[in-house]
């Protein structure tokens, strides 16, 4: 058994040990728990630990024997001490849960309640509630453009999928592919307007969008011209109003790049919003090569 707490987004995790109640009752007094809690630092033989706690030995005996019945401490080793023989005590597990009801089935760990805003309109019930539509890899649209960042929206899926539960349902359409029906839900789109014709529709409602082939933001009234640049930004969906619409689109596929790597190391940064206008969820990022291999390798925020 393990238990696992999760705080901030990072987990932490300890084995752990199932006892019942009465086995639990042997560390309601405040010296046993104080016993547990030293040899739970590192393993002690009963005089060092009267020692610390300034308590008689006698006193600490009664309480080991107890603990160790419980099976929530047991000697590790036995070393010479006084001219004879003493037991070490350490926990027998790092922790200790008692249950009250059965072990529900999951089919994986439940880490969607992770108290986001950003995230929560497109997670329902620890579930993924959105489509991700991806720009078609064949010619499409007047350009007749090939999109080449779909396959970017690998990472962001599994992004994604740390936070939520299996889904038995396709959740992904070509821009191509898309019905009616489907606007209706909350969508995450990747790609610019050129490849995606979805954000083509809603591009001119962005409050950061594309002009000119550059990325403008009316929120700080700057252009960016670098194709490593990307804007993200989560709205109100224009096909449905009470649903939201995630846009993550670089000017090239370099810059969409900088996006998804955004999400991956720094979404922390990217929950606070914009620069210009905090808790508004749109941001212009700009992919760097850290390492200087030619890969644009991390995402620095313009605003």
């Not at 560390?27 to 393993?43: H, N, R």
């Not at 019905?179 to 529709?201: A, F, H, Q, S, Y």
């Not at 224009?238 to 999400?263: E, H, M, Q, W, Y």
Request: charged residues 25%; glycine residues 8%.
């Amino acid at each position: 058994m393990i238990v696992i707490e999760q705080k901030h987004e990072r987990l932490s995790s300890l084995p752990a040990k199932e006892i019942s109640c009465s086995q639990a009752k042997t560390l309601g007094s405040g010296l046993a728990q104080k016993i547990a809690l030293l040899v739970a630092q590192e393993p002690l033989y009963p005089a060092v630990i009267a020692k610390r706690l300034k308590v008689h030995e006698q006193k600490v005996y009664y309480h080991i024997r107890k603990l160790e019945d419980a099976g929530i401490i047991g000697a590790v080793r036995t070393e010479g001490h006084q001219g004879g023989y003493a037991r070490v005590f350490s926990l027998t597990e790092p922790s200790f849960v008692v249950r009250f009801k059965p072990l529900q089935e999951l089919e994986k760990l439940p880490l969607a309640d992770i108290g986001s805003p950003f995230l929560s309109p497109f997670i329902r019930d620890g579930m993924l509630d959105a489509l991700f539509i991806v720009g078609s890899p064949d010619p499409h649209g007047p350009g007749k453009a090939r999109a080449r960042d779909g396959f970017y929206g690998i990472d962001l899926a599994l992004f994604f999928g740390t936070r939520t539960h299996y889904t038995s349902e396709p959740r992904v359409r070509l821009d191509t592919e898309v019905m009616d029906e489907d606007l209706k839900k909350p969508l995450i789109l990747l790609g610019g307007p050129i490849t995606n014709r979805i954000v083509e529709k809603i591009n001119g409602q962005m409050p950061i969008r594309f002009e000119h082939g550059n990325i403008f933001s009316s929120l700080s009234r700057k252009t960016y011209t670098q194709d490593e640049c990307c804007l993200i930004v989560r709205m109100k969906n224009p096909f449905a109003k009470d649903t939201c619409v995630l846009v993550v689109a670089g000017k090239r596929f370099s810059g969409t790049r900088a996006g998804i790597l955004s999400f991956l190391k720094h979404f922390s940064r990217l929950e606070k919003g914009n620069a210009v206008k905090p808790g508004v969820f749109c941001n212009v990022v700009e992919g760097i090569d850290a390492d200087s291999d030619g890969v644009i390798d991390d995402a620095e925020f313009r605003e």
